[in-house]
């Protein structure tokens, strides 16, 4: 970046490229899931995530990786299979097979649109490529106000993000993901997204 113009810094990419950024956005006050990080998913370690997390249903997600790629889900006393990457451990959230995961695409910091992306029968994953399906969401204030307050906390606007949500069960949206690497935006869910990404290359640009 110190010979070309990057519109989405190199600090700002590597940090989003490990999952464990979002302990950075918990320490300034962002709610997530509660989340144990495995260097190495040995079976004493996944047994162990059972017991320190309190549940009987885990979701064990690669700390770094995209699309639920290498992501399962593990009841208790299940034998797992081998998982040879550092892991990231979150109780399963049934709002996920409910109101489903909502996104929220921001383009330069200014809210584009929303959508929520629900898993297919028999699946709780949410990525289209398991079948997942998206319709267009219409926030609430409030909602909206939470995503908000996630890009706050970033040093610097980014191009563009999108804010992955989902609801806990005191009505409030806790943060799943905050994907400011090439993410998948959605067009077909925000018709204005090709104006609004133009605009802002314009003003960018400019500077």
């Known amino acids: 970046d110190a010979a070309t113009l990057l519109l989405n810094p190199v600090s700002l990419v590597e940090w ?3 999952k464990s950024y979002l302990r950075d956005l918990e ?6 899931l509660t989340t144990l990080w495995l260097d190495a998913a040995t079976p004493e370690a996944i047994a162990a995530a059972f017991e320190t997390l309190g549940g009987d249903d ?18 208790r006393g299940e034998v797992a299979p081998d998982m040879p990457h550092p892991m990231m451990v979150q109780r399963f959230e049934p709002a996920i097979l409910g109101e489903g995961e909502q996104s929220y ?4 910091g200014e809210f584009s649109h929303g959508l929520t992306k629900h898993a297919a029968n028999g699946d709780y994953r949410i990525q289209s490529t398991y079948g997942g399906t998206e319709r267009i969401l219409q926030p609430s204030g409030t909602d909206l106000e939470t ?8 040093d610097t606007v980014p191009l563009y993000a999108r804010v992955d949500m989902l609801r806990a069960q005191d009505g409030g949206l806790m943060l799943m993901e905050l994907e400011l690497v090439e993410p998948f ?9 090709g104006e609004r990404i133009v605009s802002a290359l314009r003003r960018r640009i400019a500077h």
């Open 147 to 154: 995503a908000k307050s996630i890009l706050a906390m970033l």
């Open 185 to 193: 935006l959605y067009p077909l869910q925000g018709p204005k997204l």
């Open 16 to 18: 989003n490229l490990h």
């Open 105 to 108: 695409i921001f383009i330069d």
């Open 27 to 32: 320490a300034k006050g962002a709610r997530t």
């Open 58 to 75: 885990l979701v064990f997600k690669r700390q770094v990786g995209a699309g639920a790629e290498g992501q399962l889900r593990l009841v």
